[in-house]
């Protein structure tokens, strides 16, 4: 997989669509009982894969939020906000062009907090592969499809790490940068269900669009493969 794929799709927020150049494309669609619209500005330069994440991310924001009005109207309470971390602690699958965008982020990043958050991956990284070396067998990570993705998380969650991306207070550093997995991971009750320890399993939001998805599947077929998620 490579990042020198071009593109000529250029997403953009369409309250600032006047001061673009190129040709705006509409979109529109429902989801949550809502109309969702969504502009496209196609220009003649070329792009990259981490050029489509900005816009995606816009739209995943938009899709959650009418998630939570729609809940909101049926009297149900979503504890998910900025500064929660419940449900930190768990692998979160990226789609390849957030990964992209990602690295180029951090490596944007001042140099204190991109040393100091890549000191919290190495850390995480040495417990994993200690881990690793301890298993007698790992035939349970070697089956297929969401099979595998299944066993890697059970098997993850025994570690009781948590995100390296989050301060010590819990916060998380690269929130407006956070994956689209996190953006659409919605529950209602409370934020205590999401614990591992708590008995009480949370209620998932079911997001009736997924734009992790999407991207995943345009990424495969802009590179002509499969759709891939990094964990």
């Known amino acids: 997989m490579s990042d020198n794929e071009n593109l000529v799709v250029m997403g953009s927020n369409p309250e600032v669509l006047d001061n673009l150049q190129g ?57 998910c906000k900025k500064g929660c971390c419940s449900c930190c602690s768990s692998l979160i ?54 099979q595998q993705i299944n066993q890697i998380d ?6 009781e790490l948590v995100c390296p991306f989050l301060s010590t207070g819990g916060s998380c550093k690269i929130y407006e940068e956070r994956p689209l997995a996190c953006r659409e991971h919605l529950v209602i009750g409370t934020s205590s269900s999401c614990h591992k320890r708590s008995k009480c399993k949370p209620t998932v939001l079911n997001m009736q669009v997924s734009v992790l998805e999407s991207l995943g599947q345009l990424a495969g077929e802009l590179e002509g493969t499969e759709t891939e998620a990094v964990m």
């Open 23 to 79: 040709r705006v494309v509409d979109f529109s669609f429902e989801t949550a009982e809502q109309k969702i619209t969504f502009a496209v500005n196609i220009m003649n330069e070329e792009a990259t894969l981490a050029d489509i994440v900005l816009p995606a991310r816009r739209l995943s924001n938009s899709i959650a939020a009418a998630h939570c009005k729609l809940a909101a109207e049926k009297e149900q309470f979503v504890p």
């Open 93 to 146: 699958p990226m789609s390849v062009p957030e990964v992209f965008r990602l690295r180029e982020e951090f490596l944007e990043m001042p140099g204190d907090k991109s040393n100091r958050l890549l000191r919290n991956c190495i850390e995480a990284a040495e417990k994993i592969l200690k881990q690793t070396k301890k298993e007698e067998s790992k035939k349970t990570l070697a089956q297929e499809g969401k």
């Open 154 to 159: 059970k098997w993850y969650s025994r570690l």
